[in-house]
């Protein structure tokens, strides 16, 4: 069997997207330690944004970050298309199985918290990386900090932000889980420990990005 047929199968599919999905993971952590520099003031944030975007890694990271979206965004839907084909005809009835189940509200979500995440990255991209540009300091710098600081100055945008880092909380929650479950963590001992860490990881990522609308909003 090719290395290709054995990517398009239904074990290569779910292993693509266990891999490519803790990648990204990896890159919120990443992404989220960045942000909480905004904590240490506008000169500090502004030096750390203009570092990173004049490092001349930014533009084969970023395309190798769009290749990973892309890649999970088209194994998860093919995957789910298959499951919709394979059961033409939904339940009339969902109920848990009880402890022993992995379903939860996390896991039946997943497709629709991962399209609301997919426009909330468009947005957030919109808003942040071609948003409003400011200039600051000798020589200057884009004043990413006020570009931030007018965004959540909305309480609208915050709102929609913070529900926006619950719903990527809930996908991360069995995200995490389910990725580890596909690269062999198929355990009984195992999975019960998955899921607890991948709910306080998702707690932390998802409440980590939201407390900063919220306290940008209370403090400007």
């Known amino acids: 069997m090719s290395f290709r047929r054995v990517l398009s199968s239904s074990v290569g599919t779910k292993l693509l997207i266990g891999v490519t999905g803790l990648l990204l993971f990896a890159y919120l ?3 989220l330690a960045g942000n909480l520099i905004l904590f240490a003031g506008q000169d500090t944030f502004n030096h750390y944004a203009h570092t990173l975007v004049s490092n001349p890694l930014v533009i084969p990271a970023e395309i190798a970050l769009l290749i990973l979206f892309a890649v999970h965004i088209y194994k998860t839907a093919v995957m789910w298309g298959g499951n919709r084909r394979a ?4 339940y009339e009835k969902k109920s848990w199985a ?5 379903k939860s509200v996390s896991s039946t979500t997943m497709i629709w ?3 609301i995440t997919l426009a909330f990255v468009i947005v ?3 808003q942040m990386k071609f948003g409003a540009w400011y200039q600051i300091g000798d020589p200057p710098v884009r004043d990413l900090y006020r570009t931030v600081v007018e965004v959540f100055s909305s309480p609208l945008w915050v709102g929609v932000y913070v529900i926006c880092m619950v719903l990527v909380g809930f996908h991360l929650r069995h995200g995490i889980s389910s990725a580890f479950q596909s690269l062999g ?3 009984p001992i195992y999975t019960k420990r998955l899921t607890i860490l991948g709910t306080v990881l998702a707690v ?3 409440g980590g990005f939201a407390v900063i609308p919220i306290w ?5």
């Open 29 to 31: 952590v990443l992404h």
């Open 87 to 90: 059961r033409p005809v939904a």
């Open 98 to 102: 009880g402890h022993t189940s992995r």
């Open 113 to 115: 918290t991962g399209l």
């Open 124 to 126: 957030h991209l919109v």
């Open 185 to 187: 963590a198929d355990h």
């Open 204 to 206: 932390l990522i998802g």
């Open 216 to 220: 940008v909003y209370l403090t400007r």
